[in-house]
T-cell receptor, first 117, second 107 residues
Framework: DGGITQSPKYLFRKEGQNVTLSCEQN?????MYWYRQDPGQGLRLIYY???????QKGDIAEGYSVSREKKESFPLTVTSAQKNPTAFYLC????????????????FGEGSRLTVL | KNEVEQSPQNLTAQEGEFITINCSYS?????LHWLQQHPGGGIVSLFM???GKKKHGRLIATINIQEKHSSLHITASHPRDSAVYIC?????????FGKGTLLTVNP
């Protein structure tokens, strides 16, 4: 079945360590997104990519990095520069709205919960 | 002020009740999404609409572009409908999310 797979589901990190969260999709979607969710707040955009080898900063990109070497994969690295990394991270994908037969409907992964010890 | 406001923040209902969750937004949009997030955290897209009304099973979503308002209705609510319902608006490929409405349906 087509979908988005995030891993790991739970991750613990010591202060000062970088960690990478995986996001893979087999939906043939062009656009992929990383969001952060904190209690009592709406999802906030970290990075997004609309095409391979290109990505754009979202609203809270500081302390994060991404790559888009393959259409199917959009990993997120939480670096030691991110001051408050404990959060729930969600990856999403969609077709680009406006292109033929593309609805722009969003598909989400199950999320990765990162805790800094 | 958040660009997307949802109400209520929390809603408790008895099984079988008709439920309405509201979403107001302040920016021009190309589409509005209703999403469902279960306790495990995964999010499912329920509706994407840019005008009028859509229905899927017991769920109905409406949008009024002039008033910048959308509603999500659940008919004959069931405990399995308990989840966080999130409204999000898209504009220039960017999504802005509401804070969500926590719905609890008691048997």
């Amino acid at each position: 079945d087509g979908g988005i797979t995030q891993s790991p589901k739970y991750l613990f990190r010591k202060e000062g360590q970088n960690v990478t969260l995986s996001c893979e999709q087999n939906l043939n979607h062009d656009a992929m997104y990383w969001y952060r969710q904190d209690p009592g707040q709406g999802l906030r955009l970290i990075y997004y990519s609309q095409i391979v080898n290109d990505f754009q900063k979202g609203d809270i990109a500081e302390g994060y990095s991404v790559s888009r070497e393959k259409k199917e994969s959009f990993p997120l690295t939480v670096t030691s520069a991110q001051k408050n990394p404990t959060a729930f991270y969600l990856c999403a994908s969609s077709q680009i709205p406006g292109r033929k037969q593309n609805t722009g409907e969003l598909f989400f992964g199950e999320g990765s919960r990162l805790t800094v010890l | 002020k958040n660009e997307v406001e949802q109400s209520p923040q929390n809603l408790t209902a008895q099984e079988g009740e008709f439920i309405t969750i509201n979403c107001s937004y302040s920016v021009g949009i190309s589409a509005l999404h209703w999403l469902q997030q279960h306790p495990g955290g995964g999010i499912v897209s329920l509706f994407m609409l840019s005008s009028g009304k859509k229905k899927h099973g017991r769920l109905i979503a409406t949008i009024n572009i002039q008033e910048k308002h959308s509603s999500l209705h659940i008919t004959a609510s069931h405990p399995r409908d308990s989840a966080v319902y999130i409204c999000a608006v898209s504009s220039n490929y960017k999504l802005t999310f509401g804070k969500g409405t926590l719905l609890t349906v008691n048997p």
